[in-house]
């Protein structure tokens, strides 16, 4: 029940952003941390490309629901979502953060991939299958959808790679916000992707983006609504 209730608490106070497929089924709790604070940054030289920095930084207090959100800085702007219960950050570089669930049966990382393609044109399944296949050139793509974030949508697929017991599978999804183009992914073993779902779609509904001044509305979950 106080699963339930969190998931509820939580779906109530994001309610504005939209999410395809949402199947929330993780309480938010915080990451272990020995502080409050996490922080990384990878200044590596890249080529077109800003570094980012992480942060984890516990949230909680008098009516409250005690939570763990990661922000993300790349240049002027700031990103921010909550962390499922279960995962802790597992690696960061200039481009990718990425977070590995405690038994280490799924991953999910947030990459910021850098400007919209300036085509002329709206970012579309193309444009994104052309990107899959340049990281996964022998992936085996199993279904089309769509994913939202940050009130945003964008084209997303669900791939197979590897091969064997070495096997993969990963849900993937582009969105082109005005801060750039990001990418969202959750990978596991073809078993695991479905239950890492609703941890995955978590991230996604919580996600949130800095506005064109740099203020960003993360607003602290109530325990009261």
Known sequence: ?????????????????????????????????????????????????????????????????????????????????????????????PQKVTLMKRDGSALISVRVIGPVPATGKPFDSAAARMLVNEEHPDATITSELGMFAAGVGGPAFEIQWGAGALTRATRVGFIPLRAGLLEFSVDSSPRNLGPSLGEFNYVMLTFRASDENGQLAATPLSDRL
């Not at 339930?4 to 709790?29: H, K, M, N, W, Y």
């Not at 939570?67 to 219960?85: D, E, M, Q, S």
Request: proline share 4%; charged share 15%.
């Open 1 to 93: 029940m106080q699963g339930i209730r969190v998931c509820s608490l939580v779906c109530a106070a994001v309610c504005q952003v939209f999410i395809g497929e949402v199947a929330l089924g993780t309480d938010a709790r915080p990451v272990e941390a020995e502080s409050n604070t996490v922080s990384t940054k990878n200044s590596a030289n890249t080529t077109n490309q800003t570094a980012i920095s992480i942060a984890l930084k516990f949230e909680g207090g008098p009516g409250q629901i005690p939570t763990t959100r990661a922000y993300i800085t790349a240049g002027t702007n700031t990103f921010a979502f909550l962390v499922p219960g279960e995962f802790k950050l597992a690696s960061s570089d």
